[in-house]
């Protein structure tokens, strides 16, 4: 059975950071590509990060770039995002995602997880 349980998620004022993990189970980890995706109140997903199977490859949306950082540990089956200098637009749940390709349209991710809520007050 796959999972991917996302944790770390919460209510942080502007300017601070979070770290959110997501493990995996029920399927090789290592040998797929790892996303985080987004939803923020009342509009539709939005990819923020990707990683490559062995975590040399890493993309960014233009709208986190430099603040944030996906990372992934093979060993533990976790995937991660430090997210640093939040703002209030970053305020969403975050959902981690699996897929045996890179891919930036997110109806090609194989699973999804249920995601966590990033609250950032202002």
């Known amino acids: 059975q796959v999972q991917l349980v996302e944790s770390g998620g919460g209510l942080v004022q502007a300017g601070g950071s979070l770290r959110l993990s997501c493990a995996a189970s029920g399927f090789t980890f290592s040998s797929y590509w790892m996303y985080w995706v987004r939803q923020a109140p009342g509009k539709g997903l939005e990819w923020v990060s990707a990683?490559?199977?062995?975590?040399?490859?890493?993309y960014y949306a233009d709208s986190v770039k430099g603040r944030f950082t996906i990372s992934r540990d093979n060993h533990k089956n976790t995937l991660y995002l430090q997210m640093n200098s939040l703002k209030s637009e970053d305020t969403a749940v975050y959902y981690c995602?699996?897929?045996?390709?890179?891919?930036?349209?997110?109806?090609?991710?194989?699973?999804w997880g249920q995601g966590t809520q990033v609250t950032v007050s202002s």
């Open positions: 995602a699996a897929a045996r390709v890179w891919a930036v349209r997110t109806h090609e991710y194989d699973y």
């Open positions: 990683i490559s199977t062995g975590g040399g490859i890493t």
